[in-house]
């Protein structure tokens, strides 16, 4: 019998983490840009997809793993990049990682992980890539790429998206204080203080380059054999671009709804990326997921995975490690009954019939 207070969803898992943390921390968790706009409509446009299930279908046996890259993946859920595990938890990004392994999931560790490359390399054996933003200091992301290399990970993920940091007013208002971000160390000075505001909106204005380009993705794939997927397209145009310069990966992210308000959902926008690439790379989608039936919604209009950010961090915060692996397996118990109830007995037969958007009803209507 399962304890009464343990959390059974991922919203119970965000009101205990809301408990836990300071507000500071909570909010730089959970906050999105500006009005917030795009961080309601990245959770409120899965809502806005209705399922469109088969019957008497043989469900007897759920098989939800899939590939990627060429590696074999228990299910289509990864662990998402997401910055300071250590305002949640002390053991940070090496209790994300133990418990990410303990379920044989992928996780894409951040570039400004308070853990280590080499911590949490070395706490468990896994499946890992490394998501990494390009500096004005090119070597400073070099060494980070080198070292990622060295202790096994399998994939860059490089984000797109960040020129300038996005406007978050929630940090600002409490003036985010930076904690030490272990892998800039004798790198990149992270001592810096913003009496007016946040100290990480004055780091990356400091650090980030807004000259970033195309060419910079074509400079990253000539140092290093590692697969690059860019993480941050929302359209076709840059869809088509990424492909024809011969990344191996797309994934369909407004950062979290951090960055620029008044984007669409990356749901909303994930079909469209899919056509555009015409199964030439895997589409990868996150923002937004906190049940199992988002993760089958996207699947259903395309994506080979889904990334998954806050709810990871929640139960970071509300259990710890043990808090991790339950998220993870609450979302993979929910995609299990979602296809068997939709008659979907492996990824392979999730299709795009299976769901029903805003635009087919208003198309069914004409």
């Given at each position: 019998m399962e304890d009464q207070d343990e959390p059974v969803n991922i919203h119970e898992f965000q009101e205990l983490a809301k408990k836990a943390l300071p507000k500071m921390f909570y909010d730089y968790y959970n906050g999105g840009a500006d009005d917030e706009y795009t961080l309601k409509e990245n959770i409120q446009a899965f809502q806005r997809i209705l399922l469109r299930p088969r019957v008497l279908v043989d469900v007897s046996k759920i098989d939800m793993s899939t590939k990627l890259l060429g590696y074999d993946l228990s299910s289509p859920i990864i662990v998402a990049p997401t910055g300071m595990h250590q305002f949640a938890h002390p053991d940070g990004e090496v209790?994300?990682?133990?418990?990410?392994?303990?379920?044989?999931?992928?996780?894409?560790?951040?570039?400004?992980?308070?853990?280590?490359?080499?911590?949490?390399?070395?706490?468990?054996?896994?499946?890992?890539?490394?998501?990494?933003?390009?500096?004005?200091?090119?070597?400073?992301?070099?060494?980070?790429?080198?070292?990622?290399?060295?202790?096994?990970?399998?994939?860059?993920?490089?984000?797109?998206?960040?020129?300038?940091?996005?406007?978050?007013?929630?940090?600002?208002?409490?003036k985010l204080i930076i904690p030490n971000l272990s892998n800039l160390e004798g790198l990149l000075s992270v001592d810096i203080d913003s009496p007016g505001g946040s100290d990480l909106e004055k780091f990356a204005y400091e650090t980030l380059d807004p000259s970033l380009s195309w060419k910079d993705v074509e400079w990253l794939k000539s140092i290093t054999s590692l697969p690059i997927l860019l993480k941050g397209i929302v359209t076709v145009?840059?869809?088509?671009?990424?492909?024809?310069?011969?990344?191996?990966?797309?994934?369909?992210?407004?950062?979290?709804?951090?960055?620029?308000?008044?984007?669409?959902?990356?749901?909303?926008?994930?079909?469209?990326?899919?056509?555009?690439?015409?199964?030439?790379?895997?589409?990868?989608?996150?923002?937004?997921?906190?049940?199992?039936?988002?993760?089958?919604?996207a699947l259903a209009l395309g994506a080979t995975a889904v990334l998954v950010g806050r709810p990871i961090l929640y139960g970071l915060a509300a259990k710890g490690e043990k808090g991790v692996k339950r998220v993870i397996e609450i979302l993979k118990n929910e995609l299990e009954l979602t296809m068997a109830l939709s008659g979907t007995p492996s990824i392979k037969d999730v299709m795009r019939s299976h769901v029903q958007t805003e635009g087919d009803r208003l198309r069914s209507l004409l």
């Amino acid at each position: 019998m399962e304890d009464q207070d343990e959390p059974v969803n991922i919203h119970e898992f965000q009101e205990l983490a809301k408990k836990a943390l300071p507000k500071m921390f909570y909010d730089y968790y959970n906050g999105g840009a500006d009005d917030e706009y795009t961080l309601k409509e990245n959770i409120q446009a899965f809502q806005r997809i209705l399922l469109r299930p088969r019957v008497l279908v043989d469900v007897s046996k759920i098989d939800m793993s899939t590939k990627l890259l060429g590696y074999d993946l228990s299910s289509p859920i990864i662990v998402a990049p997401t910055g300071m595990h250590q305002f949640a938890h002390p053991d940070g990004e090496v209790a994300t990682a133990r418990a990410a392994a303990a379920c044989n999931t992928l996780m894409v560790l951040s570039f400004s992980s308070n853990r280590k490359i080499e911590d949490v390399a070395s706490s468990c054996n896994a499946l890992r890539f490394y998501q990494l933003y390009v500096y004005k200091r090119r070597d400073v992301s070099e060494t980070l790429v080198r070292r990622a290399e060295k202790y096994g990970f399998k994939a860059i993920v490089l984000t797109v998206d960040t020129p300038k940091l996005g406007r978050r007013e929630k940090d600002i208002k409490n003036k985010l204080i930076i904690p030490n971000l272990s892998n800039l160390e004798g790198l990149l000075s992270v001592d810096i203080d913003s009496p007016g505001g946040s100290d990480l909106e004055k780091f990356a204005y400091e650090t980030l380059d807004p000259s970033l380009s195309w060419k910079d993705v074509e400079w990253l794939k000539s140092i290093t054999s590692l697969p690059i997927l860019l993480k941050g397209i929302v359209t076709v145009e840059d869809a088509l671009k990424a492909v024809q310069i011969g990344v191996s990966g797309i994934v369909v992210s407004n950062h979290g709804a951090r960055q620029l308000d008044y984007t669409p959902a990356t749901i909303s926008a994930l079909q469209e990326v899919v056509h555009a690439v015409s199964g030439s790379v895997p589409v990868l989608l996150d923002g937004g997921i906190r049940r199992g039936t988002d993760v089958f919604k996207a699947l259903a209009l395309g994506a080979t995975a889904v990334l998954v950010g806050r709810p990871i961090l929640y139960g970071l915060a509300a259990k710890g490690e043990k808090g991790v692996k339950r998220v993870i397996e609450i979302l993979k118990n929910e995609l299990e009954l979602t296809m068997a109830l939709s008659g979907t007995p492996s990824i392979k037969d999730v299709m795009r019939s299976h769901v029903q958007t805003e635009g087919d009803r208003l198309r069914s209507l004409l």
